[in-house]
């Protein structure tokens, strides 16, 4: 609209601003229960309307970014057949068994099989599909349900940066700031083992009593009743295992990640197909549409912001704060990242962060490593702060608590609060060490 | 006498023996009832929002998840009634702390009998902590008398005085 009725830069700013600020506090808030995706597509469609960014501005921006929306749709795919497949829930059942009796072990190889689950099938995969296979597994166990769920939640944030395809935010971050794999390793997949050996620690001390008894082996199923295809099953193992050789190849090549996931997604849809274990229909309805509309809702709005220049006003006062040293830059990324992730959500804040550090590629590549590994570090363990969401969800919880209307959600927060800063500064110190 | 025992997956034993201790003459009505907690559902919901998705896992999945607790719940259950034979049987889904209150009410129990917490082994903990929400919330909202069934720790004796 102001592209025919010329108005002063300066109320191009404000409105911009204004229809970005209302976006993330719609997000945060999401009134009326509108999912996140409608309300950022409407603050990207009012933006559009109102002539604060061009149609062609905003499709080059999508286009530009198409090997993260590439990759979401191909993680997704693939965790997905590979549920269909059986292949979790055989593996749920293998650490079980291999658990011997005892629940404190079996503790400990929920946490080792997350951190497998995310390194090659990203922290989605974990939290999302591992949980109710863990919480069914330990519920006819009859073990105690919070500390195993609890473990599933931490470690699927805790191993996301263990590889660049473990987390999706990974790859919106790096397909703008781009890191060789060994910088990426050895800045991330180190400071990740560190903390892993912390999450389990920590968790152990804080669950030591529940996790003092034993189970009884024959409330076990066996692994053959999980597998409802023998050769598709096997089939789907060899394309992971394949999927998984090509992720380290092509993130050494920088060669784009998404059409790994994608090649994946598509051989195990062949073999699904091929042995009818699932169908189009059944496969599209496992995959969340929604969030395709939501990143490029935020694309589009931090993209309208970018131009008014209040990102890089950001992104200099980051800059600023850290003093020009590696230090500060890792301390700042961190600090920033995790809690502007609370605030709204981790996907919206890499859109905001990546639009931030625009600037920084005028300082050293130290600082530069330090700050872009700091926000895909913050970025990603930052939600394990809150875990239920976001600060907004918490506050919203807390006071339904004061209301004296009991709620879940709050004993997240208490393990969150006590575990999240610990693991933020330790894995900060070490990535500034390894810088 | 009506006698509400509320289980909780690792007491049966011990409530079993506290009933036989207190009624070797006369035997009560007796009603045993186990709550399966919804809460860890509902944080599964709140982590699904987390990462975009609706609150529900996927519908086979989901009917898995009520399958395991039917069949966690009438295990227990059935694990008393066999120590129990004449009890009814009472199952619930919700709020554990919540659901035991109200059912006491609705069933008209003169004693609710229900242990501090749940024990996944370990020595018995006696001091701050020891009652857990549930037994907590239980001993301020219940309608009738509550027998708390705390396990023998004599040995953590004297304490300081």
Redesign the interface.
Known sequence: MFQYFPIPEFWKTLLASLVGVLTVVGIMRRPFRWN??AIAMTGAAILLLLGLISFSDAFFTLIRDWNTFLFFFGMMGLSALA?AAGLFDWLAVRAARLAGKS?ARLFLNVFLLGSLISMVLSN?AS??IL???V??LV??L?????PY?FAC?FIADTASFLLPVSNPINIIILSRFPLDLLTFLRLLFLPSLVLIGINIGIFFLLYR??????FEIKRLPSAEQAVKHKAYFRYTCCVLAAVAFAYVIASATQFPLSLIALSGTVLLLIGGLCWKRTSLRETA??I?W??FG?IAGMFIVVRAIEDTGLTTVFGNWLIHLSGGTSFGAVMVGTAGSALGTNLI?N?PMAVVMISALGGIQHASPVIQHGFVAATMFGCDLG?NLT????LA?VLWLLILRQRNV?V??L??FKVGVVVTPLMLLAGALTMWLLL | MRVLCCLDGTNVEQVSKALRELWATQAPTLGILYVTDTGPRHDIGHIRERFLRSPGPHGPREHEMQQAEHAAAQDVLNEALHRLPNAETLQRQGRPEREIVNVAAEWRADLLILCPRAEYGGKPTIGPKSVGHVARFVLDHAPCPVLLLRPLAREQFPIDR
């Open positions: 996140e995706a549920e629940a989605d939290a999302l949980t109710p296979i919480y069914v519920t006819k009859r073990l105690p349900v919070l769920l939640t009593k529940q996790l003092k008894g034993t309805k496992r969340s929604s969030i939501f959500n996907v939600p875990t239920v969401g976001s969800t009991d879940s959600g004993d997240y």
